[in-house]
């Protein structure tokens, strides 16, 4: 059992930053976020791959987020540049313990909201 606890987020205006963290209990075999708009269904933000050290995010973010990774602390950040209104969203981390394995465990989510 893995447990994920998420910090950061919170108000921003467009155009700023904002850097989510998110701690794992446990060594995992890849590590993700994903995110929740009102009304939307959750979708793909970005993944770290800890033994290939690869990072792979969605092409909404590409050039604004970028995913990385301390593997010894078991923790992935996500550091989020020129935000825009849309981005309004909960954010989850969630984890992998093995190649083929679904996104078994989730972090309670945090809110990142973005004015205009």
């Known amino acids: 059992q893995v447990q994920l606890v998420e910090s950061g987020g919170g108000l921003v205006q467009a155009g700023g930053s904002v850097r989510l963290s998110c701690a794992a209990s446990?060594?995992?075999?890849?590590m993700g976020w994903f995110r929740q708009a009102p009304g939307k269904e959750r979708e793909f933000v970005g993944t770290i791959h800890w033994g290939l050290g690869i990072t792979n995010s969605a092409d909404s973010v590409k050039g604004r987020f970028t995913i990385s990774g301390d593997n010894a602390k078991n923790t992935v950040f996500l550091q989020m540049n020129s935000l825009k209104p849309e981005d309004t969203a909960v954010y989850y981390c969630?984890?992998?313990?093995?190649?083929?394995?679904?996104?078994?465990?989730w972090g309670q989510g945090t809110q990142v909201t973005v004015s205009s």
């Open positions: 969630a984890a992998k313990l093995q190649w083929g394995m679904t996104w078994g465990y």
């Open positions: 446990g060594r995992t075999f890849m």
